[in-house]
C-alpha cells in the first residue's frame, strides 16, 4: 500500500495512504485516547477524545474520523489538545455515577484510566440537572444502569452492527438521550440473545454480566455439597489476560491449580463432554445423510445463536441438532453416571461451569436441561468471575505451579481444544463423520478450510462418493446473510457450523475485557485461536472417536452414539420464542 508523509509533533514519518489520523499515529507508536471509538464498528466521533490540532485547521480535528493527507502537519500533544480532552471529561463526569470504589470495573475503567492520565478529579464542575435511570437486572445473564453510561455508543454498535440484533438504541434526544430498549422496554423483555457482545466493548461499569460468585461460594462452603467445576475450550488460552499476562498464554495448568486452591472438590475438563458432544452430532449428520435429510443440520453449542434461532428463525428449529451443548453434556454426566459410580446423590452435586459466554447463564435455566431430575449445571461463570474469585481467594495465579484435571473427565482429545474457535466444532465433527463415512483411518486431521477469522467461510469434501458441502460462521451478523443465502436457495449446505460471538467461543461475552486501545489494533480472536490449534496439533489423539474415556462410557453407560439412553441425557429440545420478539 502507498505510504504517504507527515508530521505528527515535530517529526516527519510516514502512513499508510486513506489512514486516518488517529491509525496514523498509532503506525507510528503515538497513542490518542478514545472513548467512543471501536474500529470499523464505531467510528462516530461523539466522545471527542481524540482531537488532535492539525495545521490550518480552525478548530480541532476528531482524529478517529479525519483522513491524513500528504504533507499534514498535525499535534496531538499539545496544552490546547490537553486541556480540550480534560474539559471533556469533566463535562462527562458531570453526569457519570462516581461510585467507582463498588463498580464492577474499578481498575479496569477506559473513563477511570483518562481521568488518571488528565488529572482530573472528583470535585464537580459543572453543576446541573441530572436524570436518575433504573437499575436493569430483567435479563438473566446481564444487567444494566444507565447511570454509569456515557453514550459512546459502542454497545449499540456491538448489537446492531456486528451482531444484527439491534435491541437496544438512543432513546429520546438532547439531554435526556439515553440508552435504552424500543418503547422503554426492560432488555429482559425484549430478544435479547444474551451473547454479552455488548459488554465486553462498554469501557466504564454500566453493563456487565451478572456475577454469581456468592452462589459458588456458599456452595463451596456448604459440607453436604460435592462442588465439580468444568473449565471451557477456550478458558484456558484467555484467563491469563485477568493477571496481565500475554494475549494468548495458555494458562491450563494454572487455571487448574488455581480451582484447586479455590476448594473445587473435582476440576474437570468441558473439552471431554465437546467429544461426546461430537459423537452424538457426527451420528446426528451421519443419519440425516442416510434418511436425505432435512439439510442443512445447524450446530447446537452456541446457547447465543440458540435463542437466536428460537427467537428470528423459529421455521429452522427442525434443523437444529438436538444435542445439548458441551457444558450441558458435562453437567448430564456428572449427575448421572459419575454420581453413581461415587455413589453422590445427584441433588447433593453442585456443577458450575467456567465459561466464555454470558448467553451460558441462560442455558442452564433453559427447559429439558436436567437428565438427572436436576439442572445439569447449577452456575455458569464467565472467565471473569473465575479471576475475580482467583483474586478474592488471594491466590497469586501467576506463580501457581502447573497441575493437570482430575480424572476420569479430564483427559480430552485434540478436538474438543478446537471447540472454542470459529470452526472448530466443524472441523472436529468432520475428523469423525468423515473417517465414519470413508469407513477407513483418517489420516490428514487438518480442515484447514473451515478455519480462520473470516465470518463466513464454506468448504465442499469428496467422501466415499458424497459430496459434503458445509459452511461455518461466526456472530450473528453473518449467521443472517448466511441464512438468506440458504433460504433463498442461493447455496446449499449439508452441515452448518454457527457461533453466535465473532471468532466463536475465544471472543465470547464473558472473556476478560480488554480496553479499546488494544481491541482497535490487536486481532484478540486470532492470537487466542492460534493457542487452541497449537494445544490441537500436540496431542497424541486428535479425533473424538479415539477417546478412551468417550469409548468406555459407551460401552459401560450410553450403550452407543445415538442410542436411547444418550438420547434421554444428552440431547435437548428447542421451541418458538418468537412471540417475544413480536409482542
Not at 475 to 504: S, T, W
Not at 538 to 551: F, M, T
Request: glycine content about 8%.
Amino acid at each position: 500500500m502507498k505510504e504517504i508523509t507527515i508530521t505528527i509533533n515535530g517529526k516527519t514519518c510516514s502512513a499508510p495512504e486513506g489512514s486516518t489520523i488517529l491509525e496514523a499515529a498509532r503506525y507510528n507508536n503515538i497513542d490518542i485516547p478514545t472513548l467512543c471509538y471501536l474500529k470499523e464498528i464505531n467510528e462516530i466521533g461523539a466522545c471527542r477524545m481524540c482531537v488532535v490540532e492539525v495545521e490550518g485547521a480552525k478548530s480541532l480535528a476528531t482524529s478517529c474520523v479525519y483522513p491524513i493527507r500528504e504533507g499534514m502537519k498535525i499535534v496531538t500533544n499539545s496544552e490546547r489538545v490537553f486541556q480540550s480532552r480534560k474539559i471533556n471529561l469533566e463535562l462527562i463526569l458531570s453526569t457519570h455515577e462516581r461510585k467507582c470504589l463498588s463498580c464492577i470495573r474499578n481498575g479496569n475503567c477506559e473513563l477511570q484510566r483518562l481521568c488518571k492520565d488528565f488529572n482530573v478529579d472528583d470535585e464537580d464542575y459543572y453543576n446541573g440537572e441530572n436524570y436518575e435511570y433504573d437499575f436493569d437486572d430483567s435479563a438473566v445473564h446481564m444487567y444494566r444502569n444507565n447511570n454509569k453510561c456515557i453514550l459512546c455508543k459502542r454497545c449499540v454498535a456491538a448489537c446492531s452492527k456486528v451482531q444484527a440484533i439491534g435491541v437496544i438504541g438512543s432513546n429520546d434526544r438532547g439531554f435526556k438521550t439515553h440508552i435504552g430498549c424500543a418503547f422503554e422496554q426492560n432488555l429482559g423483555e425484549v430478544s435479547c440473545i444474551s451473547c454479552g457482545q455488548c459488554i465486553v466493548v462498554c469501557p466504564t461499569g454500566a453493563i456487565a454480566e451478572k456475577d454469581q460468585t456468592k452462589e459458588v461460594w456458599e456452595a463451596l462452603e456448604d459440607p453436604s455439597k460435592y462442588v465439580v467445576v468444568q473449565t471451557a475450550p477456550s478458558i484456558r488460552v484467555t484467563l491469563g489476560e485477568a493477571f496481565n499476562m500475554p494475549i494468548g498464554t495458555n494458562v491450563e495448568g494454572k487455571m487448574v491449580a488455581a480451582l484447586r486452591r479455590i476448594g473445587f472438590d473435582k476440576v474437570f475438563d468441558t473439552n471431554v463432554a465437546a467429544d461426546f458432544t461430537i459423537m452424538e452430532e457426527a451420528t446426528e449428520f451421519l443419519n440425516r445423510v442416510e434418511n436425505n435429510g432435512p439439510f442443512p443440520l445447524f450446530t447446537s453449542c452456541s446457547p447465543g445463536w440458540v435463542k437466536y434461532c428460537e427467537s428470528y428463525h423459529p421455521e429452522l428449529i427442525p434443523n437444529l441438532s438436538s444435542c445439548k451443548s458441551p457444558q450441558q453434556m458435562f453437567g448430564a454426566l456428572v449427575k448421572t453416571w459419575y454420581a453413581d459410580k461415587m455413589g453422590v446423590d445427584p441433588k447433593d452435586i453442585f456443577v458450575v461451569g467456567i465459561m466464555p459466554c454470558t448467553a451460558k447463564k441462560f442455558e442452564v435455566t433453559r427447559e429439558d436441561e436436567a437428565a438427572a431430575g436436576y439442572s445439569d449445571v447449577d452456575v455458569a461463570l464467565t472467565t471473569r468471575e473465575l479471576a475475580r474469585m482467583i483474586d478474592k481467594a488471594g491466590i497469586r495465579f501467576t506463580e501457581l505451579e502447573d497441575e493437570a484435571f482430575d480424572n476420569p473427565l479430564g483427559e480430552a482429545t485434540g478436538a474438543g481444544y478446537i471447540f472454542g474457535a470459529t470452526g472448530g466444532v466443524m472441523e472436529a465433527a468432520l475428523r469423525t463423520a468423515v473417517e465414519t463415512l470413508s469407513g477407513e483411518e483418517l489420516q490428514a486431521l487438518d480442515f484447514d478450510e473451515v478455519r480462520g477469522m473470516a465470518g463466513i467461510k464454506e468448504a465442499t469434501y469428496e467422501v466415499n462418493g458424497i459430496e459434503v458441502r458445509v459452511a461455518v460462521a461466526s456472530g450473528i451478523g453473518n449467521a443472517k446473510r448466511l441464512i438468506k443465502k440458504i433460504q433463498n436457495n442461493e447455496a446449499f449446505y449439508h452441515f452448518v457450523e454457527i457461533m453466535g460471538c465473532p471468532g466463536g467461543c475465544i471472543n465470547g461475552g464473558g472473556q476478560p475485557v480488554q480496553p479499546a486501545s488494544v481491541r482497535n489494533f490487536i486481532d484478540l480472536k486470532a492470537k487466542r485461536a492460534a493457542a487452541l490449534y497449537v494445544e490441537d496439533s500436540a496431542r497424541k489423539l486428535r479425533k473424538s472417536n479415539d477417546s478412551p474415556i468417550v469409548q468406555h462410557l459407551y460401552k459401560e453407560f450410553l450403550e452407543y452414539p445415538g442410542s436411547e439412553k444418550a438420547h434421554h441425557l444428552l440431547h435437548t429440545s428447542y421451541r418458538d420464542r418468537s412471540v417475544v420478539h413480536h409482542s
